[in-house]
């Protein structure tokens, strides 16, 4: 049975940081493209940033790209973001996701491609 945690998340203010972490287990992480998505309140779903399984290969979503980073420690099952230059409209419930599909289809797929989800944190950047 896959599992998929997430945690790190909490209030910080305008221009502050946080590191959001993601656990995996019941599968072979080294193997899942993994990615980080969003959804503020009243909004859809924000793709933000996905890396291959080895992570040689990463994506950002041009509303982050410069401000966060993603990176995975395979020896730990552990994803991980971290945001800097965070403001308000930073705000939302963040979410991390594992996808059995090859990285070049992750690419093409977004979202559509992650069979695994975490519950979601949430992350509340203060003015």
């Known amino acids: 049975q896959v599992q998929v945690v997430e945690s790190g998340g909490g209030l910080v203010q305008a221009g502050g940081s946080l590191r959001l972490s993601c656990t995996a287990s019941?599968?072979?992480?080294?193997?899942?493209?993994m990615g980080w998505f969003r959804q503020a309140s009243g909004k859809e779903r924000e793709p933000l940033s996905c890396?291959?399984?080895?992570?040689?290969?990463?994506y950002y979503a041009d509303s982050v790209k410069g401000r966060f980073t993603i990176s995975r420690d395979n020896a730990k099952r552990t994803l991980y973001l971290q945001m800097n230059f965070l403001n308000p409209d930073d705000t939302a419930m963040y979410y991390c996701?594992?996808?059995?599909?090859?990285?070049?289809?992750?690419?093409?797929?977004?979202?559509?491609?992650?069979?695994?989800w975490g519950q979601g944190i949430q992350v509340t950047v203060s003015s």
């Open positions: 996701a594992a996808s059995r599909w090859s990285w070049d289809t992750v690419q093409k797929q977004g979202s559509r491609a992650y069979q695994y």
């Open positions: 019941g599968l072979t992480f080294g193997n899942y493209p």
């Open positions: 890396i291959s399984g080895s992570g040689s290969n990463t």
